[in-house]
Structures are given as C-alpha cells and as structure tokens.
T-cell receptor, first 112, second 117 residues
C-alpha cells in the first residue's frame, strides 16, 4: 500500500530564507506527483505537477524535484515571504483514474 | 481557467437530517470528480471517485449508503450526507480532472464546512 510521508511536519523560518520541504513515497509506481498549498479553512491550490517521466518542474520561486527510484520529491521555495505561510501538501497519483494519495503536510510559518 | 466551485461553503444541520453538497467545474468538463474529507489538522482522505454517468467507487471504510454521490453531468457532482451525525462534521473538498490529455492534474474546490449539531 502506498504511503506518503512529509518531513518536517512544521517549519518556521525568517523572511528571505529558502524553504526546503520533503516528501517521500513507498511505491515508485506513480503516474505523477503534485504539490499543493492549503491556507487555513480553505481548499487546495495546485503549485506544481511533475509527471513520472520528469525530474523537476519550476514556477517562479518554486522548484520541485522528483526522484522516482528513491521515492522522493523536494519542494524548494526561494526567498520566502510571509505570504508563503501555509500548509504544503504533496500527493501522488496511484491509478489511471487520477486517485491522489496525500501526505500529512508541512505547516510553514515565515516570520517578517 | 480550471475553476471548481462548491456550494454551500458552510452548513450547519441537525442530527438526523440530510445535507447535499454540490461540486461544479466552471470552465471545463470533468469526466472524473473526487470527494475528500479533512478533519482538523489532518490531511485529506479520499472518500470516493465519481465518474460521469456511472456509479461512484467508494474507498474502503466509507459507507456508500450514508454518503450518496451522484455525477449527473460533466460539470456537476453532488455528495449527500444522509442521516448526519456529529461525527460527520468535517471539511469536505471535491476535485475534478479536466477531460483533456492525460496529465491527471486535479483542481480543487474551496471546500464545504459541515457542522452537525
């Protein structure tokens, strides 16, 4: 059974520092991996989608890498801002219907 | 583009009553929609996969007679919580996969907060 783990569970950094969020999964047979952001009491915002054949994706200050063989993905957020404070979730697609298996998330606080 | 809406955004109901939550894809067609629930400070747990025109597929441990899912069109899926009880109080979120290509990217609705008193 696929298990998705995110470390650390919580992270607090001063503004301007780079953020590194880790995600690991036990079964490398995934279709793709997605990173999401969730603000308190809100739905999810898709940040990056990495197909299983890709090794990384970039969007602005965000960069996500994927190493399928080792079952790991890392989300980098450069030059963090207070507005980056949120919970970040990674999820893997495990079947052809697109079923997502989520990690527990990393709660990020960026202090001014 | 790729906007998913949910209605209502929050609802309070009495124990024993039923509540319907709508999930709509506003600017794309979604052959598949998913329903999740999220308890406070926990991650999302998939409840069921909803395919247009066919019966929903429920995850293990989810009571299909309690959580009725209907996917009547390519833009609308509904979740009805029947005979709701306080333990059904949760944050319910839907997502939809656009009917284009094979990217499987999912777009999420803003969620519905259900409180059962």
């Amino acid at each position: 059974k696929q298990e998705v783990t995110q470390i650390p569970a919580a992270l607090s950094v001063p503004e301007g520092e780079n953020l590194v969020l880790n995600c690991s999964f036990t079964d490398s047979a995934i279709y793709n991996l997605q990173w999401f952001r969730q603000d308190p009491g809100k739905g999810l915002t898709s940040l990056l989608l990495i197909q299983s054949s890709q090794r990384e994706q970039t969007s602005g200050r965000l960069n996500a890498s994927l190493d399928k063989s080792s079952g790991r993905s890392t989300l980098y957020i450069a030059a963090s801002q207070p507005g980056d404070s949120a919970t970040y979730l990674c999820a893997v697609v495990t079947d052809s219907w697109g079923k997502l298996q989520f990690g527990a998330g990393t709660q990020v606080v960026v202090t001014p | 583009g790729a906007v998913v809406s949910q209605h209502p955004s929050w609802v309070i109901c009495k124990s024993g009553t039923s509540v319907k939550i709508e999930c709509r894809s506003l600017d794309f067609q979604a052959t598949t929609m998913f329903w999740y629930r999220q308890f406070p400070k926990q991650s999302l747990m998939l409840m069921a996969t909803s395919n247009e025109g066919s019966k929903a597929t429920y995850e293990q441990g989810v009571e299909k007679d309690k959580f009725l899912i209907n996917h009547a069109s390519l833009t609308l899926s509904t979740l009805t919580v029947t005979s709701a009880h306080p333990e059904d109080s949760s944050f319910y979120i839907c997502s939809a996969t656009p009917q284009r290509g094979a990217s499987y990217e999912q777009y999420f609705g803003p969620g519905t907060r259900l409180t059962v008193t």
